[in-house]
C-alpha cells in the first residue's frame, strides 16, 4: 500500500535535506530515505537497489561537488511526491530546473527525475558549442 501522507511528507523533507549540497559523501546513510529495491531513472541512467543507488550518488557527488539543489516546489499526496528543484553548479554556469517523481510506503521505492538533458550537455565545454549549433540549426528563420 502507498505510504500515508504524513510519511510521504517525511520522505520529501529528508530528500529536500539530502540534496540541499552536492557532495562526496551523498552515497551515504539512504536507508533512512530509499528502500533496498528502490529503482531510479533519470535522462541518462536506470538503476535498481540501494547499492546502485549509493555508487550512483557517490559518483555524481565527487564529480559535481559544490552544486545546490533548490526546492522551488512540491506536490504531496499519499505516496507520491512531486518535487520541483533548480540546481546551480557550484562554479557557476547555467542553472538546471528539474523535477523529481518520487513514489512512497515506508521508504521511496521508486524515484524518476526529469531534466532538460541539452541544458546539461550546455555546461561541457565541446558539447556546449554542439548543442549550441544544432539548437540554432532548429531555429525557425527571422522574418
Known sequence: PPGSAEQTQLMVERFAARFAEVGPRMGEQLDGLYAADVTFRDPLTRLVGIDDLRRYLAHFGETAPGARFAITDTVVRPGDAVIFWTMTPAGGGDAIDGVSHLRVRERVYDERDYFDLGAVYDQ????????????????????
Request: net charge positive.
Open 124 to 143: 561541457v565545454p565541446v558539447l556546449g558549442w554542439l548543442t549550441g549549433l544544432v539548437k540554432a540549426r532548429l531555429e525557425p528563420p527571422s522574418p
